[in-house]
Nanobody
């Protein structure tokens, strides 16, 4: 099993930055692809970014392209999301996810992931 715990969320003013972390415990994330998703109140969960185990394959939602950067440290079993130039519409609960799809696995499809964290709140004020 894989347990994922997000951290780093909080309140930030528009234009500011936050870095989210997702720490994995239990089974290591060997060959696991990982992703970040977010969900605002009354909205569906949406894709943010994804990265393969090797790290050479990444995907970003159009809404965050150029502002967010996904990365991982496999030795630390940790996933990161650097968020810059934050906007009020970025306000949501952010979830990390892992999928055992192989070393090149990375997808924006929410249903392809096997494990999920409980989320961390990000609030961007105007």
């Amino acid at each position: 099993q894989v347990q994922l715990v997000e951290s780093g969320g909080g309140l930030v003013q528009a234009g500011g930055s936050l870095r989210l972390s997702c720490a994995a415990s239990g089974r290591t994330l060997f060959r696991y692809g990982m992703g970040w998703f977010r969900q605002a109140p009354g909205m569906e969960r949406e894709f943010v970014a994804a990265i393969s185990w090797i790290g050479g394959t990444t995907y970003y939602a159009d809404s965050v392209q150029g502002r967010f950067t996904i990365s991982r440290d496999n030795a630390k079993n940790t996933l990161y999301l650097q968020m810059n130039s934050l906007k009020p519409e970025d306000t949501a609960v952010y979830y990390c996810a892992a999928g055992a799809g192989g070393p090149l696995f990375a997808t924006p499809a929410v249903h392809e992931y096997d494990y999920w964290g409980q989320g961390t709140q990000v609030t961007v004020s105007s």
